[in-house]
């Protein structure tokens, strides 16, 4: 016996302000979605967790916090079994699909993930000690993250420009980039590709090396290229990114670029569940991982995978998508507790404007967030600001992702561009 059951889960949804960010499927709606999942015990005490909120998914979410009472929130793997269950009893567990590039066979990981994140948090409550004491102990004080560049418009259709501006060529990329270091202290940089032709991009980071000569790069155009033009890229950025992500579709595709280019390939999309690591081991299509708790199943599942991506000899970094502190706090907690998370993490931090917990915790210091040192995430609830993201869920409209729904109501004739270069 644990001394605590679980009371009540509160879940959510919420909608906050997004940049018109540009992508190989689309372009960024004007609001992102999240489920914020608070999970209250019978002795007091509050864990948090977050996670995506499309419709689906949010519906998911209430079915299993309408089953945890009276759970033990150390039992963690009772909390997944339960979970499945749950899910079993309604759509089975079907496959889940965010924004159109990132798609499980099974939702059952995705929807564990914000309880199991909210679990530990009421763990290191009780015990006093921070999150990833949890996870075996903190190796390093701060994590670095990377800057994350993306092509967007100056402001989204009918509506007046946002702070960042238009970036649309590599003047424009370089000028943001310069905004990202100079206001966070980023050592690193990631674009998102995926936009332009190959050749513009290549030209954009080619810039980009010339106006930061000493940070390291990387270019993600979400599978938006073929094996032999992956190819081409990869050979003319040689010695200039420290690796491609996603440039072609597919463990097959990935694992053809691979074994004729010497740059490192990542992935957060054609490896993003357990049964994926072992036809990509085998092939060699993926020096380097991107991990992400959302998707991984919690934070646990998301130390295995590092453990794995040690034995294997493979690197390993973060994947992020619009997220709000709760999400940044456990991002931190993991990346913290995980050795051989050597890569400097994603965050979509700087581009939002709103947010959920109270100031002063996650700020970002030569590019990187110290790691919160108090009682579970170290974040507390900003309960006012929670309720004006979810008044503004309620009237914003959006209600799924749709990034190339939202493209084509702009541009009618709009295809997404994977493998199209």
Excluded at 32 to 51: K, P, S
Excluded at 151 to 158: I, M, Q, S, V
Aim: charged residues 20%.
């Amino acid at each position: 016996m644990t001394g605590c059951r679980i009371s009540r889960v509160v879940v959510t949804p919420v909608a906050f302000a997004d940049p018109p960010l540009l992508n190989v499927v689309g372009v960024h709606q004007p609001f992102a979605l999240r489920a914020v999942v608070e999970v209250h015990t019978d002795d007091g005490v509050l864990g948090l967790g977050e996670i995506y909120a499309d419709e689906t998914h949010w519906q998911r979410l209430e079915a299993v916090a309408s089953a945890l009472g009276g759970h033990d929130p150390y039992d963690l793997h009772g909390l997944r079994r339960l979970v499945a269950e749950v899910l079993a009893k309604g759509d089975g567990g079907a496959g889940a699909s965010f924004g159109g590039m990132l798609d499980v066979d099974s939702a059952v990981d995705t929807v564990y993930s914000p309880f199991e994140v909210a679990c530990l948090d009421i763990q290191g409550h009780r015990a006093g000690v921070p999150v990833s004491d949890l996870l075996g102990g903190a190796v390093r004080d701060a994590v670095p993250f990377s800057g994350y560049l993306f092509y967007k418009w100056a402001g989204h259709p009918g509506q007046a420009d946002d702070a960042w501006g238009e970036a649309l060529t590599p003047e424009g990329i370089v000028e943001q980039a310069r905004r990202m270091v100079d206001g966070w202290g980023f050592g690193s940089l990631k674009l998102k590709g995926g936009v332009f032709a190959p050749e513009e991009e290549c030209a954009a980071i080619e810039a980009l090396r010339e106006a930061f000569p000493g940070l390291p790069l990387r270019l993600d155009p979400n599978g938006a290229w073929t094996v032999p033009t992956s190819v081409d890229v990869a050979r003319r950025l040689d010695g200039v990114v420290e690796y491609l992500e996603d440039p072609t579709p597919g463990i097959r595709g990935m694992a053809a670029v691979a074994a004729q280019v010497s740059v490192p390939l990542a992935t957060n999309m054609c490896v993003i569940a357990m049964e994926h690591l072992p036809p990509a081991i085998a092939r060699g299509a993926v020096q380097v991982v991107l991990s992400d708790h959302h998707l991984w199943g919690g934070l646990r599942a998301s130390q295995l995978l590092g453990g794995i991506a040690d034995v294997w000899g493979m690197g390993l970094s973060m994947h992020s998508n619009s997220h709000l502190g709760i999400s940044l706090a456990a991002m931190v907690h993991l990346a913290a507790a995980t050795p051989n998370l050597t890569y400097a993490c994603d965050t979509h931090y700087p581009w939002k404007t709103e947010e959920v917990i109270a100031p002063g915790v996650l700020d970002f210091v030569d590019g990187a967030v110290r790691v919160p040192t108090t009682p579970g995430l170290g974040v507390t609830l900003d309960r006012d600001a929670l309720g004006t993201l979810h008044e503004q869920y309620l009237g914003c409209g959006v209600r799924r992702r749709e990034d190339t729904v939202y493209m084509r109501s702009i541009q009618p004739g709009f295809t997404p561009n994977t493998a199209r270069w």
